[in-house]
């Protein structure tokens, strides 16, 4: 909406004394879309609609080599435009003719067409490129990990620069083949469903081909490399269950991780009990080898899991935690990444609906710890969910504090409330983004109240918010 009052402006400006309105003057796109915490992330002037990302990957030297194509459409009369990127390129076609490009900043590739490109036309863009992604340092570091055997494409937001071209932010979403060649042994594993079982080649590799059917964000666009040991399975509605087991897990490790990742189509059901139909066309999960990425994310479809988080076993929470993402942050993503509560703080919540389901504690006894235990002085209290800044992006206000705002909207409004305000915020936002200020109205709307003060004090404010004597305890 707001590049469409840019572009009558711009046409208004561009009236010819004749009063016939001259054709707008192509322009650059720019290096960024206006993120709030991150503005060079993403790139303006044109619409991803499909990544093709074909690569051949070594683990013995990581080196990476191959082509993304790039289907696109520009939103206005563009004659040159940016992806972001880090490894080397080099050649990249645009609509069939050889592109010119420079490097700008740390991951900003300026591409130069021979021709321009009219606002609503389509764009084919072939950049093929090669790299050692683990040399590469963007934003002060290296996203990509090299492990004992292979690697892994995890992280958030960055990781896409390391392994492929694309307008890198949640806005720009787009669907993705993703096929990667490996030595003949290796596992190479992304996100959906193979449209093809892996095929040998020729001189000892194996090429994996991967599909996301959905709008897919590049940042939840994984690749997983490494010797795995695979289970696969079906639904009872028929989808596919993928899961993948590092072989470098220790047996009470791997006990644990299966006890727990295999039971994602069950924790996934329930789920959907809460929070709507499963958005996507796969289930599954990926532990990844001890030592190398720690954290877990939830990669579309398909989550990725530290290793450590079984170190004392099965841990269920965090396949809740991980696949209630897949509704909170995949399907209905983040319109600026300043809004990361609502990724962060409803996964959590879905942790404490999982004990409460499980009579391991009610969300009202979780609550009250948290509120209890936490220092007056601790970044929960001092940060605000709504704003927490680059530094606090994945703190505890975000996490902690972000489910307790759940609990005191569920416990102002009731269940019935709740639940319907939930079930609509991922029907109405599906495969979209969204913000604090579009689900704190919708909220209102649902439950017919005024939920200012509360959302003042929970999301708004920097300081520990004041219960009232008798409130704060469900009914
Ligand atoms: N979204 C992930 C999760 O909660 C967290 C990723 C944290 N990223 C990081 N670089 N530590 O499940
Ligand atoms: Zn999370």
């Not at 993403?42 to 790039?70: E, F």
């Not at 290796?186 to 709008?215: C, D």
């Amino acid at each position: 909406m707001r590049r469409l009052l840019v572009a009558m402006a711009a046409t208004a400006l561009t009236l010819g004394v004749t009063g016939v309105p001259a054709q707008a003057a192509p322009a650059p796109g720019g290096p960024g879309l206006g993120d709030t915490y991150f503005p060079d992330y993403g790139n303006s002037g044109y619409d991803v609609g499909h990544y093709d990302i074909r690569l051949r990957y070594t683990p013995s030297t990581d080196k990476l080599t191959g082509t993304t194509t790039i289907l696109a459409t520009a939103t206005q009369d563009l004659s040159r435009f940016n992806l972001d990127f880090v490894l080397d390129v080099s050649s990249i076609y645009v609509n069939n003719r050889p592109a010119t490009f420079a490097r700008e900043g740390d991951h900003e590739l300026v591409v130069t067409p021979a021709r321009t490109i009219a606002d609503g036309g389509a764009m084919t863009v072939v950049v093929q490129y090669s790299g050692v992604p683990s040399t590469k340092v963007a934003a002060g570091f290296t996203a990509w990990t090299r492990t004992p055997d292979g690697a892994l494409a995890i992280g958030e937001p960055e990781i896409a620069w390391w392994w492929f071209p694309s307008n890198d932010h949640p806005t720009d979403k787009a669907t993705f083949d993703v096929s990667v060649s490996v030595p003949t042994g290796v596992e190479a594993i992304s996100n959906g469903t193979m449209p093809r079982p892996p095929v040998q080649e020729t001189l000892g590799y194996t090429r994996w081909s991967w599909r996301s059917l959905k709008p897919q964000a590049t940042y939840l666009t994984f690749l997983t490399v490494g010797q795995y040991d695979i289970t696969q399975d079906t639904t009872a509605n028929g989808q596919t269950v993928y899961n993948a087991y590092s072989q470098l897990l220790s047996p009470e490790w791997r006990d644990g991780a299966q006890a727990s990742v295999e039971r994602t189509a069950e924790i996934t059901d329930w789920e959907s009990t809460l929070f709507g139909p499963w958005p996507f066309e796969a289930r599954g999960g990926v532990v990844m080898p001890p030592g190398t990425v720690s954290f877990a994310l939830e990669t579309q479809t398909r989550p990725n899991f530290g290793a450590s988080f079984f170190r004392r076993g099965a841990n269920t929470s965090v396949v809740v935690h991980e696949n209630a993402h897949q509704w909170f942050g995949d399907s209905v993503s983040v319109a600026d990444w300043q809004h990361i509560w609502l990724n962060e703080g409803f996964a959590s919540y879905a942790e404490w609906l999982w004990s409460e389901k499980n009579d391991e504690g009610t969300a009202q006894e979780i609550f009250d710890y948290l509120y209890a235990t936490y220092p007056d002085d601790a970044s929960i209290w001092t940060t605000a969910p709504a704003d927490p800044g680059v530094a606090e992006l994945f703190g505890d206000a975000v996490y902690d504090r972000g489910a307790m705002t759940l609990h005191q909207l569920r416990v102002a409004v009731g269940d019935d409330a709740f639940f319907e305000i939930l079930r609509t915020w991922t029907a109405e936002h599906r495969y979209g983004n969204g913000t604090t200020a579009e689900f704190t109205a919708l909220a209102e709307k649902i439950s017919g109240q005024d939920l200012a003060a509360l959302f003042q004090a929970w999301l708004y404010t920097p300081a520990k918010p004041v219960l009232a004597s008798a409130a704060g305890k469900a009914k």
